[in-house]
Structures are given as structure tokens and as C-alpha cells.
């Protein structure tokens, strides 16, 4: 069965950090590629990052670049977004999710076969 479970969310201040976690069963990650989803409450779902086979397919959407950072570990069946210096509007639901092959950029969700259920991110004081 395959399925992908994100961990890693919680409440943090403005300025903190965050690791989430992708870990899937039933396929490997390694011939994949992952991306990153967010959808805040009233708002359309939208890309935040992706990895594809190794460090030279990275996207990173604008609301993303300098603070996050994708990676991915092949042994541990595992992708991970860390997350720095937070704002407010990164308060979101995140999603992970899988397509097979290799892209250097994937940000729209519709490019994707396969979703994990979640994670809540809310950065607040």
C-alpha cells in the first residue's frame, strides 16, 4: 500500500525553526520525485518545494528560497523541509507528495499521484 506520513509540524514563533518529515511505505523515494504543498485556511494550495532523484533537481518557490531547505534520504525512505525563520503566513497545512521520476521542477499539485495527510504549521507568538 503505498503511502506517504508527514510529521514534524507544531507551533513555533516567528523566527523559530521547524524540520518536517515524508516518510514513505510501499515505494522507494529514490526514483521519485517529492514535492512540498502548503494550504493555509481561505487560501489555494501551493507548491513550496521539490526534490527529484538527487540535489540537482531542487525547486524552491520564492516564499521559500534562503530560508528552506529540501532534502532527502534514500536509506531512511525519507524527505525532509527544514524550515527557518519562520513568519506569521507560513501558518499552513503541509502536504508532501510523490510522482515517479526525475524533475527539477514540479510545483503544481496536479503533477502529482500520491499525498500524505498532512502536517498543521502555525508560527505565532
Known amino acids: 500500500q503505498v503511502q506517504l506520513v508527514e510529521s514534524g509540524g507544531g507551533l513555533v514563533q516567528p523566527g523559530g525553526s521547524l524540520r518536517l518529515s515524508c516518510a514513505a511505505s510501499g515505494f522507494t523515494l529514490e526514483d521519485h520525485t517529492i514535492g512540498w504543498f502548503r494550504q493555509a485556511p481561505g487560501r489555494q494550495r501551493e507548491g513550496v518545494s521539490s526534490?527529484?532523484?538527487?540535489?540537482?533537481?531542487?525547486y524552491y518557490a520564492d516564499l521559500a528560497k534562503g530560508r528552506f531547505t529540501i532534502s532527502k534520504n534514500n536509506a531512511k525512505n525519507t524527505v525532509y523541509l527544514q524550515m527557518n525563520s519562520l513568519k506569521p503566513e507560513d501558518t499552513a497545512v503541509y502536504y508532501c507528495?510523490?510522482?515517479?521520476?526525475?524533475?527539477?521542477?514540479?510545483?503544481?499539485?496536479?503533477?502529482?499521484?500520491?499525498w500524505g495527510q498532512g502536517t498543521q504549521v502555525t508560527v505565532s507568538s
Open positions: 507528495a510523490a510522482t515517479w521520476g526525475d524533475y527539477v521542477s514540479l510545483p503544481h499539485d496536479y503533477q502529482y499521484d500520491y
Open positions: 526534490i527529484g532523484f538527487s540535489d540537482a533537481s531542487i
